[in-house]
């Protein structure tokens, strides 16, 4: 019978808060990346000019269509050999979630933008209004009530995801806990305690994204 041994948890409690705190860095590094660019895709995908949508359409193939942990060992290592730039494994991680995510990203953008009536944009042509204003004033304040629930569930990915930091020796939660579990041998108790930090980190951005949507479903 396999004992429990809870008291491991309080006795390296720092460990974890640690491991924590860099899943946070680089969650928040990774959305910055992902967010700012997705944006610039989705303006890309949506563009007239074949010179731009069709390179912002293969990028977002591209990362659509490999693994996650493909492109991050391979922006680690093959990287600075074609460019001569090396990264440290943060930074390595980090772009290379940002990337990823900027492709799913994209797509709620294109999605919510396309979900506006065209004749809208009509409308704000038909009173003078240029692209980035129609953009800024008329389609993006409605879109951005649609995106919130696929943009919440795409960030708890994100989080997620993080965890393969710990192929390239990256201190997140699950590296952190790896690293215990090497000194402890307490695996059980340890990945539990693991899962159980993630779904805290989680939880409240689906918490949060039911209450929005509830919230903007009643001011209809």
């Known amino acids: 019978m396999y004992q429990w041994h809870f008291e491991v948890i309080s006795d390296y409690y720092p460990v974890f808060i640690d491991g924590a705190w860099v899943t946070a860095q680089l969650t928040a590094f990774s959305f910055s990346i992902g967010i700012v660019l ?21 990028y977002v193939e591209a990362f659509r269509a490999t693994p996650a942990l493909v492109q991050l060992v391979w922006i680690y290592y093959a990287l600075p050999i074609i460019t001569g730039i090396r990264l440290s494994s943060f930074s390595a991680i980090g772009l290379g979630l940002g990337l990823h995510t900027a492709a799913y990203f994209g797509e709620i953008f294109r999605g919510g933008i396309q979900s506006i009536e065209r004749g809208q944009v009509d409308a704000a042509k038909s009173v003078g209004m240029v692209y980035h204003q129609t953009m800024w004033r ?6 951005v009530r649609r995106m919130i629930p696929p943009f919440m569930n795409e960030t708890a990915n ?20 790896n690293v215990l579990i090497t000194e402890t041998y307490r695996p059980l108790e340890i990945y539990t305690i693991t899962a159980i930090i993630f779904g805290m980190i989680i939880y409240p951005l689906i918490a949060l994204s039911r209450l929005i949507e509830k919230r903007w479903a009643k001011g209809r």
């Open 38 to 58: 997705g944006f610039l895709l989705a303006l890309g995908r949506l563009s007239k000019k074949r010179l731009v949508s069709i390179p912002a359409t293969v």
């Open 138 to 143: 008329i389609i993006l304040p409605q879109a």
């Open 158 to 177: 994100l989080i997620k995801l993080t965890t393969l930091g710990s192929v390239l020796a990256v201190y997140e939660l699950l590296h952190a806990s």
